[in-house]
């Protein structure tokens, strides 16, 4: 089925709020197996809105629009979809009840207007909303699904994942599964065109790829009539990008991050870890320490911004840095000898670059970055390129150094076991 997400509120349009709806709608939608093929963003008008929901039900099979619930004339969303239905509204008892306790218990006088929150479009499905007082809608029309939904994600995410996702998942027969392959290290457009030919040939089940910053995910999501028929169907296609990505899979787990993927490997292999940072400001440090149980293997974090903090803290010679200058791969390396000394753990990453959106130049232009890992001693540097805003640059170095770090750990203990086969 075909599904098209229509965002409403003036708000949205003049950037007063970023359009976290859409996202989460898009996401959820494609796990269960709808096809999303256009969004749209209107604001409180009443002659916009009509124009995009009739566009949207001339080629979707399902509308899931967000805002426009509220009690204020400029919210429409369930006036304009009645009236492009030709439905009429009535007041739901149900709904004015529940809107008068919500007000009641919290001690807030009603004001008439809220009582448009419970006026309902003619046959339609209330959906029950606990965390505020606009109740969702769905209307059934001619083999169209249409579903209103209240704008604040605190509201509609519970309200989604309760009600609407099991409506949605009973329009279609049968269950959907689905399972993420998580790449580092490999680009967007590589990983494309490493599974190109099994996008083409794919039908059921399907591989959508996602761009992170500085990875790759590929979900594939298979349709079956139960759980168990669906997870062999995902099984051999999940098996065939494993052994086309090999080492570049960190996980084929939803809830496993990058940094809690680096964290296994330092715990599984009794690793402790240090970092030392410049251009990155701590941001590192802080995603591995967003790791529950990172303290079993987290020593210390430097933050040595400028060359006065490189020499004084990790010991790097000031001829050094006149020679090759703080952004270099030289003072990557040194940096993270300096930390493993220092420190004395047993991994040690180091990050300097320039972050902008001032201070490159012809030589060493904004977002070059070196990045050193040592591994009980032996140190690899990357020299990266990013572009962007100074945050991205900065995300994308932090993103590059954990899979540095799972890149170099796994190459330690693989030398050091075939070195210990060969002898």
Excluded at 182 to 210: F, L, R
Excluded at 211 to 228: F, N, P, Q
Excluded at 324 to 350: C, N, Q, R, W, Y
């Amino acid at each position: 089925m075909i599904v098209e997400i229509i965002s409403v509120g003036t708000e949205i349009l003049l950037g007063n709020i970023v359009n976290t709806n859409a996202a989460y709608l898009s996401e959820k939608c494609a796990g269960i197996g709808l096809s999303c093929y256009y969004q749209d963003v209107v604001g409180d008008n009443e002659e916009r809105l009509t124009n995009v929901i009739r566009t949207a039900l001339q080629r979707a099979d399902v509308l899931l629009l967000s805002g426009g619930l509220g009690p204020t004339q400029d919210d429409l969303t369930k006036e304009v979809a009645a009236k492009v239905l030709g439905r009429n509204l009535y007041l739901h008892e149900s709904s004015k009840e529940a809107i008068d306790s919500f007000f009641k218990s919290r001690g807030i006088e009603i004001t008439e207007n809220n009582w448009k929150q419970a006026m309902m479009p003619e046959g339609c499905i209330v959906v029950d909303n606990p965390n505020g007082t606009a109740p969702g809608v769905i209307i059934e029309d001619k083999g169209k699904h249409i579903v209103l939904m209240p704008g604040p994600p605190n509201e509609l995410v519970p309200m989604f994942e309760s009600a609407i996702m099991p409506y949605l998942n009973a329009l279609e027969p049968g269950i959907i599964y689905s399972q993420t392959v998580k790449i580092c290290g490999v680009g967007e457009s590589k990983a494309e065109s490493m599974v190109e030919d099994m996008i083409a040939a794919q039908s059921n089940p399907t591989i959508a790829t996602y761009a992170k910053t500085g990875e790759v995910h590929l979900r594939v999501t298979a349709r079956a009539e139960d759980e168990k028929e669906a997870k062999k169907l995902v099984k051999p296609v999940v098996k065939e990008l494993k052994g086309r990505f090999g080492n570049n899979v960190y996980t084929t787990q939803e809830d496993v991050t990058l940094e809690r993927a680096v964290v296994d490997l330092l715990l599984a292999n009794n690793l402790t870890v240090s970092t030392v940072e410049s251009c990155t400001g701590g941001m590192l440090a802080a995603r591995l320490i967003n790791v529950p149980g990172v303290s079993e293997v987290f020593k210390t974090g430097y933050i040595t911004y400028s060359n006065k903090s490189k020499r004084k803290i990790l010991g790097i010679k000031k001829s050094t840095l006149e020679k090759h200058g703080a952004v270099s791969p030289e003072i990557a390396k040194e940096m993270a000898k300096g930390a493993s000394l220092f420190a004395k753990a047993d991994v040690t990453v180091g990050i300097t670059g320039v972050a902008g959106p001032d201070g490159g130049s012809e030589e060493k232009p904004v977002g070059l970055v070196y990045i050193a890992c040592s591994v009980c001693g032996r140190v690899n540097v990357r020299e990266c390129h990013f572009s962007g805003s100074r945050m991205k640059i900065r995300e994308s170095s932090v993103s590059a150094a954990l899979s540095l770090m799972r890149e170099s750990i796994l190459a330690y203990f693989s030398e050091v076991t075939f070195g210990a086969k060969k002898s």
